[in-house]
């Protein structure tokens, strides 16, 4: 197969030096906004053109607290094993994120504890792990249905990423991003969970956080939201080069034209890649690669 066959959002890239090949995640129920949450599945290439699959990478076991809405998973080595963060929502319960753990990249991927890491209560998406100073990080969004700015929050997790360790810590809402636009034409009727907010609010969309450290130092986290010409993907940098910021964000988005939620990954020759989701309308949806070079504390596409 190629990636035109595969409809794939949320790309996410683990590269294998030892086994010669990739790993492709991401959200690949065909119905992946209201129907039954079926699973997530990967596919294998060594050359980023050929793929096979699909392989089973997650199934949920009986009594798992999630029903629908499987999104967006990423898995990262860490102490010698795989976890996978990805989201999940039940009715009557908060989207959230899981954590799962595997002793094999390909899975099967299993739950690692009962229930979400991020905070009861809240709507969670879309988190990713970063590891700083040795101490664990996971990085996600406080969606805009439930605080209409979207939020990018940070919280430290325990070593064995079992569950949080202090406070989330907001390091930007979805407003600060210069190129980043309202969603117009939301009927807030209409939006399961946004009850709480007022006719009118502005509302901004954060997600698909990916946090890169280029070669100069500088640390740099890729997002999405909608823009000028429909979902886009933007830059923003720590001034502090920490997680904890404060960040500051590029005036124009590095993809503009309908694809984001993306992330960056190394080829097996050294090649320094993105990949995104574009277009963003079901069933369209495919994993694009586009070749990226770090110039300082920038990244250009090309």
Same mark, same amino acid.
């Given at each position: ?160 990423? &079992? ?49 890169? &450290? ?89």
């Amino acid at each position: 197969m190629k990636l035109s066959d595969l409809q794939i959002r949320d790309p996410f890239v683990l590269p294998l030096p030892a086994r010669g090949e990739y790993l492709l995640y991401g959200t690949t129920d065909r119905n992946a906004w209201s129907g039954p949450g079926t699973g997530f599945d990967a596919y294998r290439s060594r050359d980023l053109q050929h793929w096979e699959g699909p392989i089973p990478a997650f199934r949920p076991p009986a009594g798992f607290w999630a029903t629908t809405q499987f999104w967006a998973p990423e898995v990262h080595a860490y102490g010698g094993r795989y976890y996978m963060f990805a989201t999940f929502k039940a009715p009557g319960r908060s989207r959230g994120t899981q954590v799962l753990v595997a002793d094999d990249p390909a899975g099967p991927f299993e739950p690692l504890t009962d229930g979400p890491v991020t905070p009861d209560g809240w709507e969670c998406l879309d988190a990713t792990l970063w590891v700083e100073d040795g101490a664990p990080w996971m990085v996600y969004c406080h969606e805009w249905v439930q605080v209409g700015d979207g939020r990018m929050v940070a919280q430290r997790l325990s070593a064995d990423l &079992r569950h949080a360790e202090g406070e989330p810590l907001v390091l930007f809402q979805g407003s600060d991003g210069p190129w980043a636009r309202p969603l117009p034409n939301v009927n807030l009727a209409e939006v399961p969970g946004a009850e709480g907010l007022k006719p009118g609010t502005p509302l901004y969309i954060t997600d698909g956080p990916f946090l890169h &450290r280029t070669a100069s130092g500088a640390l740099l986290m890729l997002w999405s939201s909608v823009g000028e010409q429909g979902y886009a993907m933007g830059l923003a940098r720590s001034r502090t080069g920490k997680i904890t910021g404060p960040w500051e964000h590029d005036a124009q988005p590095l993809f503009a034209a309908q694809g984001g939620h993306g992330m960056i990954f190394q080829t097996l020759a050294g090649q320094l890649m993105l990949t995104l989701h574009q277009p963003n309308k079901t069933p369209h949806e495919r994993a694009r690669f586009f070749v990226l070079r770090e110039e300082g504390d920038a990244l250009v596409l090309g």
